[in-house]
């Protein structure tokens, strides 16, 4: 049973038909996925896997194949420009030809070179792999959009048609002020991008200095660095809003916003939450998700040139489906 949420970003995804590749064509929740994401007319799939045991897979069910390509990476006309794409971007990091050649068969390394070969729009893999496994190629090949800006992910939590983003729940282990600066810049754009109201936390288990420790000043100087950002032309006119050191609870809840931070823009409005650390955002968002019943999208990568998600490994169909909208989404361009 899809959700509102769900069907909106469908039908959202359906606006600008983008071209996702879908490694994982060995798992049934894959295919099932670009089953129901193609009967919606909203994105073009491409699987990576057996074309022969796919489409038995496709007949047993009687569905239709059409909008759909399956790629198998080894028999591909493409392998060879992959590979010396591979081999130019990455000789000067000491790859050798014979290294790109075994790496480009790698189906992670072949859709992430299809991105930036132009042949797809985004790329959506995790059911199977580590997040480490999923991201690298992204991180090497991809790259981030500002040299000098990390790459963070943001899962997106829905109660009641309500989407809140929280970020960054799958990469960055213990961020420096830099690296929570970047993501709280790179989490206000997602925000954007999905329609939710751009106001910043960085949240702590301070209020304005109400606790003290070397986290707490972290969170701080963090918050003042992305703050002095948002005067960067680049987000002129975008409407976000960044602030902290601050308790989920100021940040969330109007009443005591007023009371613990009565002078901020954020507080008791904030729909975007950045977490000290990368335990603090994982086991946050996976509480939220069992205990409240908040439906969970993502990790999504942020600050990246073209989008590369990571699916959990737990992942049902229907989560599925939405990442793949969500990949869609973010390929968008002309979306904010
Ligand atoms: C993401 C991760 C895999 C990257 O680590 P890694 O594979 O060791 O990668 P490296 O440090 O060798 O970096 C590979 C490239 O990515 C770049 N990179 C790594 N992290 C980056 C980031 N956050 N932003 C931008 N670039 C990044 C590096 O600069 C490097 O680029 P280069 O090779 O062109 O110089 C690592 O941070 C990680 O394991 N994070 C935790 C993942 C996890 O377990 N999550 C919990 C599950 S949800």
Redesign the pocket.
């Known amino acids: 049973m899809l959700s509102n949420y769900l069907k909106g970003l469908i039908e959202r995804a359906k606006k600008n038909y983008k071209t996702i590749v879908l490694p994982e064509g060995e798992d049934e929740r894959i295919l099932q996925a670009a089953h129901i994401i193609t009967e919606a007319k909203a994105v073009k799939v491409i699987i990576l896997g057996d074309e022969s045991e796919i489409k038995d897979y496709y007949t047993k069910n009687g569905w239709s194949l059409d909008g759909i390509s399956i790629i198998k990476p080894e028999n591909s006309p493409k392998l060879e420009e992959y590979t010396n794409l591979l081999y130019e971007l990455?000789k000067e990091?000491g790859l050798t030809l014979e290294d790109a050649k075994k790496l480009a068969l790698n189906y992670n390394y072949f859709g992430t070179l299809m991105i930036k070969a132009g042949d797809a729009d985004g790329m959506l893999s995790g059911a199977n792999h580590?997040?480490?496994d999923t991201?690298?190629p992204a991180?090497?090949i991809i790259?981030?959009t500002h040299k000098d800006r990390?790459?963070?992910t943001a899962v997106l939590l829905v109660k009641d048609d309500q989407a809140y983003v929280f970020s960054d729940?799958?990469?960055?282990?213990d961020p420096t002020e830099k690296?929570l600066c970047d993501m709280a810049l790179a989490a206000g754009e997602t925000a954007l991008k999905f329609g939710i109201e751009p106001n910043v936390a960085l949240l702590s288990y301070s209020t304005r200095g109400s606790g003290k420790g070397e986290g707490v000043d972290k969170v701080r100087r963090a918050t003042e660095m992305a703050k002095e950002a948002l005067k960067l032309p680049e987000y002129a006119g975008k409407g976000i809003k960044i602030d902290g050191e601050m308790q989920a609870d100021a940040a969330l809840d109007a009443v005591v916003a007023k009371k613990k931070a009565p002078d901020s823009e954020v507080a008791g409005k904030a729909r975007v939450l950045i977490f000290p650390d990368?335990e603090a955002a994982?086991i946050g968002y996976k509480l939220l998700q069992r205990i409240c019943g908040c439906e969970a999208y993502g990790?999504l990568m942020q600050?990246l040139n073209a989008p590369v998600n990571?699916l959990?490994r737990g992942a049902l169909v229907e989560d599925i489906v939405g990442m793949i909208a969500l990949t869609a989404i973010q390929a968008d361009s002309s979306v904010n």
Do not use: H, M, Y
């Open positions: 990455r990091k580590s997040t480490a991201v690298r991180l090497q790259k981030s990390s790459v963070s729940c799958a990469i960055i282990i690296e990368l994982n990790p600050g990571d959990s």
